[in-house]
């Protein structure tokens, strides 16, 4: 009696198996008739998800011209590249914090990027006082990018003192126009 039953055991799984490759069968599909039910999609279609946490993705926007920088665009504040100083002094001054944040932030989110700050001074004072001035007002501002989080290797400090005058003349309205940090990006200098 055991015998009959091991063999017709064999018997159904072997009829089991006979029929057709699991791919060529066709699956039933289960349609739900309640009010707001979602239909299933025809066998080879898709759907979305509902209520998937997918990024929209606004194509209406332009896309920015070839060429652009954020750091040129006149809109931006990265585009605004000098700090002016008071006379004989290296204190940056609170009007200019936002600016020197805005490109220690810039700093942080690209850290391959490279700033030269170059220090400047008026003509008046000594050579050795003016190039003395300007690394100081130049130091001072890569102190405080630095402080902002941006890393060492990022930033350069050098003094020019006062041989890159920005306005000509000796009035103080060209003394105040060369008494400036500048802020110079890889690619600039």
């Known amino acids: 009696m055991r015998a009959l039953w091991i063999s017709l055991l064999a018997a159904t799984l072997l009829a089991a198996c006979a029929g057709s490759p699991p791919d060529e069968q066709a699956g ?8 707001g039910a979602v239909k299933p999609p025809a066998a080879g279609q898709t759907q979305p998800v509902p209520g998937g946490n997918v ?8 896309k920015p011209p070839a060429g652009y ?3 040129r665009d ?7 590249r ?3 100083f008071d006379l004989d002094s290296y204190t940056i001054k609170d009007e200019y914090r936002p600016l020197v944040e805005a490109h220690a932030k810039y700093l942080r989110e690209n850290p391959t990027a490279k700033v030269l700050i170059q220090g400047n001074t008026d003509e008046r004072g000594g050579r050795e006082y003016n190039l003395a001035l300007g690394q100081k007002r130049a130091d001072a501002m890569k102190r405080m ?3 902002l989080g ?9 003094s020019l003192g006062e041989e890159k005058p920005k306005a000509q003349g000796s009035t103080d309205e060209a003394y ?4 400036r940090d500048d802020i110079l990006y890889g690619g600039e200098y």
């Open 150 to 158: 941006a890393k060492e290797e990022q930033v350069e400090a050098v």
């Open 176 to 179: 105040a126009e060369n008494r």
């Open 82 to 84: 000098s700090v002016y």
């Open 55 to 62: 990024a929209r993705v606004d194509l209406t926007q332009p």
């Open 28 to 35: 039933a599909s289960v349609e739900d008739r309640k009010p």
């Open 74 to 80: 006149p809109k931006s504040i990265l585009s605004k």
């Open 69 to 71: 920088s954020i750091l």
């Open 145 to 147: 990018i630095l402080l």
